[in-house]
């Protein structure tokens, strides 16, 4: 089965900032990718996610994510965060029909 | 805005008690989900289930149980709650064959408390 794992639980930092959210996954087959973001209070959604083609996966309020086969990475990137960011971060992998989630990243952006 | 609803959000109950958390969905999807949470850690999926009378264990062991009687509604029940219940249970649906995105619709969650 796959696993993910994300690193550095917990992000502080100022808005205009870069974020970069790591995501290495185990899985030696055909895998689809996503990033899933809980806002405090409301539930989880969907971000951004990568099946095939272009590896450099944009999503919603600038976000963007790329699939690296070779590192089995799929890093989650903004140039410059602002305080609505706020907000835990998972990244996900589905392989085999099984979907796997890692420990999520809790990023606090200071205005 | 996904429409999946969850409730209660917030349960605080005694050592023995039978609780069941509601989850229902209007996008008539095939798929539903019962994911548990905590601060820190993996979801991990509990049960799932592909449509009407159908349910499966996830991948983590689970006293509780689930129905599938309506696409709509999927509920999750404890007979006999223990505070290593305690958690927060997200429920979730998505599609199922050709039009399977991938993505899955959550609820908001119900976090329960076992004293």
């Known amino acids: 089965a796959q696993s993910v794992s994300q690193h550095n639980h917990h992000v502080i930092l100022s808005e205009a900032a870069s974020l970069e959210l790591g995501c290495n996954y185990s899985?030696?087959?055909?895998?689809?990718l996503f990033w899933y973001v809980q806002y405090p209070g409301q539930h989880l959604q969907l971000l951004l996610k990568?099946?095939?083609?272009?590896?450099l996966v944009k999503g919603i309020k600038g976000f963007e994510a790329e699939f690296i086969k070779s590192k089995f990475s799929f890093n989650l990137r903004k140039p410059s965060v602002q305080w609505s960011d706020t907000a835990e971060y998972f990244c996900a992998v589905r392989g085999n029909n099984r979907l796997a989630f890692g420990k999520g990243n809790q990023v606090v952006v200071i205005p | 805005e996904a429409d999946i609803y969850q409730t209660p959000r917030y349960l605080v109950i005694g050592t023995g008690k039978k609780i069941t958390l509601e989850c229902s969905q209007t996008?008539?999807?095939?798929?539903m989900y019962w994911y548990q949470q905590d601060p820190g850690m993996e979801l991990h999926l509990i049960h799932y289930?592909?449509?009407?009378?159908?349910?499966e264990k996830g991948d983590l062991s689970s006293e509780s149980t689930v129905s599938r009687i309506r696409t709509e509604h999927f509920p999750l029940t404890l007979e006999s709650a223990r505070p290593s219940h305690t958690s927060q249970y997200l429920c979730?649906?998505?599609?199922?064959?050709?039009?399977?995105?991938?993505?899955?619709?959550f609820g908001e969650g119900s976090r329960l408390t076992v004293l």
């Open positions: 996008m008539g999807h095939d798929k």
């Open positions: 899985y030696g087959g055909t895998v689809n």
């Open positions: 289930s592909y449509g009407v009378n159908s349910t």
């Open positions: 990568y099946f095939s083609g272009d590896p």
């Open positions: 979730a649906s998505s599609e199922l064959g050709t039009a399977d995105t991938g993505e899955l619709f």
